[in-house]
């Protein structure tokens, strides 16, 4: 009888746990609003638990994370071109990540998750150092760093 209520228990703490995620989208774009090569939103602050969506919002786009902008047993991801990914996130802390062909345009985007003091610091040295490589939007990371609440 006790493993029954353990288990019912169990059972309903997960729907609940569910119940509290949220799903949170983001366009792939190669322009919006005179932006040229953009994610949108492109900085998103979200709960532990929670699932980003990335849309194929206009074609010749894909969302890969960063590495080096990615916290200490955070999820990676990558993305295939022209197609949708979901990506849930329970690591709190800064995940950096990038369109590959577009890179070098500076089409970025920043997802933070819970608290971000658990790898602001690393992420955002790594960004800037990034920044020069650039051809074009030369300050974008740290225009959406300077956006972190």
């Known amino acids: 009888m006790k493993k029954i209520k353990f288990i019912g228990l169990f ?7 569910n119940v509290y995620a949220a799903e949170h989208q983001v366009k ?7 932006e040229m090569m953009v994610f949108e939103p492109p900085v998103l602050q979200i709960k ?8 194929n919002a206009q074609p010749g786009h894909n969302s890969v994370s960063i ?3 990615t916290p200490a047993g955070g999820s990676t991801w990558n993305g295939k071109m022209n197609e949708e990914i979901v990506v849930k996130f329970d690591t709190e802390g800064v995940y950096g990540y990038k369109c590959t062909p577009h ?8 997802i933070v998750v819970g608290d971000a003091n658990n790898n602001l610091s690393s992420a955002k040295k790594f960004a800037e150092s990034e920044e ?18």
């Open 132 to 149: 020069s490589k650039f051809a074009t939007n030369k300050s974008r990371f740290s225009d959406y760093f300077s956006l972190i609440k």
């Open 48 to 55: 532990a638990g929670d699932t980003v969506r990335w849309l």
């Open 28 to 34: 792939m774009l190669s322009s919006n609003a005179g």
């Open 103 to 110: 890179y070098i345009l500076g089409m970025v985007g920043l």
């Open 11 to 17: 059972l309903c703490f997960l729907t609940i746990s």
């Open 67 to 69: 590495d080096e902008m």
